[in-house]
């Protein structure tokens, strides 16, 4: 196999030039990188990833941990971070925590002993073990979608790169009372995310907005999966008083809570109109098409990327929150029309109940745009 020195020869510059070129240590000058570059090409010259790896201490690789990778948010969440990494010369190892505190910490473990030079980490609803081990190590890390919040205050602070939760929530409950509803229930996450907690502060500032008196019975947990969401939908309609819109937390929820409205015999829009929060690639072939807030996965994926690159170059800079904003992707699940169609039973319904409270409907309060440097 050709050697570094096969390569200056070819090249006419020294084995340091060469050296400072493959692992960009030092400027040079373009023609001279660019000699260096056609020589390795011509011989076909492939770099000692572990000698270099043992000069440079860096491998050139970056951990990820995210729970649910079979879930379509975090699967596009990865390929956002594998196309970003592979762009800047690096590797990537994955580990699923599984949403469990000690497994976290574990496989996180797992992979600083594998001399990631840095990590990208989905925290769990309990993650002081895992916060505690990467203080310990001093890991460059980045958490991603699920910030940490007051409560964390003991914790030293991290980079952070997540979506707007609050605004896009708020927006789903005044275009539902926009169009009349006045109980709108709520599907909610995982206790203890801070994507959860967001989005029920969301909820709560949209019924504020929209002059509904909030009712806590119509919060139920379907703890950001399909089977907990079936079974808060059958608590929620089982209420004296049931809603007539739901708002559902997350991807896997809608589709749990679509199976137990189908189980129930109600048809969406028709007797319960259905907002959720997470687009998906097969949400606009739904009958009818799902009304949604749309995160930017992919751009997360690679924004976390960018945001530990940056860390890794400058250790000593203050930790920052980057956050995306979402896109309210409007269909017809709310019980809004097609063109041409008619208004669905139970938006009729729903507005001949409704309380003259207003004379027009409310406004969607739109997603604010990522601010960065500080905690949110």
């Known amino acids: 196999m050709p050697t570094m020195a096969d390569v200056a020869r070819s090249a006419g510059v020294s084995v340091a030039t060469v050296s400072h070129v493959l692992n960009e240590t030092r400027p040079v000058l373009p023609h001279t990188r660019q000699a260096v570059l056609d020589a390795v090409e011509r011989l076909g010259y492939t770099p000692n990833t572990l000698a270099r790896s043992l000069v440079t201490s860096r491998t050139r690789s970056i951990g990820l941990a995210v729970s649910a990778i079979s879930n379509p948010y975090f699967t596009e969440i990865l390929q956002g971070v594998e196309a970003a990494a592979l762009e800047h010369g690096y590797s990537l190892l994955i580990a699923d925590p599984h949403d469990d505190p000690e497994h976290e910490r574990k496989v996180v473990q797992l992979l600083h002993e594998r001399r990631v030079d840095g990590l990208i980490v989905a925290p769990s609803a309990d993650p002081r073990a895992l916060l505690g081990y990467l203080a310990r190590h001093a890991v460059p890390t980045v958490l991603l979608d699920r910030v940490i919040d007051g409560r964390m205050d003991t914790a030293p602070p991290f980079d952070q790169v997540c979506a707007e939760n609050t605004e896009p929530t708020t927006l789903l409950v005044t275009h539902l009372a926009g169009l009349g509803h006045r ?102 072939l739904f009958s009818p098409r799902l009304t949604a807030i749309a995160q930017p996965s992919r751009e997360l994926g690679a924004e976390a990327v960018r945001v530990l690159l940056e860390r890794l170059a400058s250790p000593g800079r203050p930790a920052r929150t980057v956050r995306l904003p979402c896109t309210f992707v409007h269909r017809t699940s709310c019980g809004c029309l097609e063109e041409g169609g008619e208004t669905p039973a139970a938006t009729r319904a729903a507005r001949s109940e409704r309380p003259r409270y207003s004379e027009n409907p409310v406004h969607p309060v739109h997603p604010v745009h990522p601010e960065k440097g500080s905690l949110s």
Request: net charge negative; charged share 15%.
């Open 183 to 284: 109980r709108i229930g709520l599907v909610a996450g995982l206790p203890g995310l801070s994507t959860t907690g967001e989005r029920i502060t969301g909820y709560r500032q949209g019924l504020a907005l929209a002059g509904v008196a909030p009712d806590d019975n119509l919060i139920v947990p379907g703890n950001s999966e399909s089977a907990g969401a079936e079974q808060a939908t059958a608590a929620l309609l089982s209420l004296a008083a049931p809603p007539t819109a739901l708002v559902t937390a997350n991807n896997a929820m809608t589709i749990g809570a679509l199976r137990t409205l189908r189980a129930q015999g109600l048809s969406v829009p028709d007797d319960i109109a259905l907002c959720c929060f997470d687009d998906f690639a097969w949400a606009d």
